[in-house]
Nanobody
């Protein structure tokens, strides 16, 4: 099991930028897939960005494509989410997640597939 800890949340004005980080403590099994999810008040948790940590292939939800960028630093075991041109509807608790996945299969954004989760960090976008 991988332990995950997010940081970097806060309040940002609409149109601004914010970068989230997630520190990962390696577990006993390999981890190929990591992702960012978010949950706004009254809504279900949704996947917004995933990355294959070996192949570096990425996947984004339409709502954040071309505005957010996911990256992974293997040497530091850190996952990042660069958020640009943020909007009020980006306000949510953001979660880092991980799962074993496969060396050969791209990582998706299916919430039910991810087994390890951080505690979440609040992002509030003011208009």
């Amino acid at each position: 099991q991988v332990q995950l800890q997010e940081s970097g949340g806060g309040t940002v004005q609409a149109g601004g930028s914010l970068t989230l980080s997630c520190a990962a403590t390696k577990g006993g099994s390999p981890t190929f897939c990591m992702a960012w999810f978010r949950q706004a008040p009254g809504k279900e948790r949704e996947g917004i960005a995933s990355i294959h940590v070996v192949r570096h292939s990425t996947s984004y939800a339409d709502s954040v494509k071309d505005r957010f960028a996911i990256s992974h630093d293997g040497a530091k075991s850190t996952l990042s989410l660069e958020m640009n041109t943020v909007q009020p509807n980006d306000t949510a608790v953001y979660y880092c997640a991980a799962r074993t996945g496969s060396l050969w299969v791209p990582c998706d954004l299916n919430r039910d597939q991810y087994t390890d989760w951080g505690q979440g960090t609040q992002v509030t976008v003011s208009s």
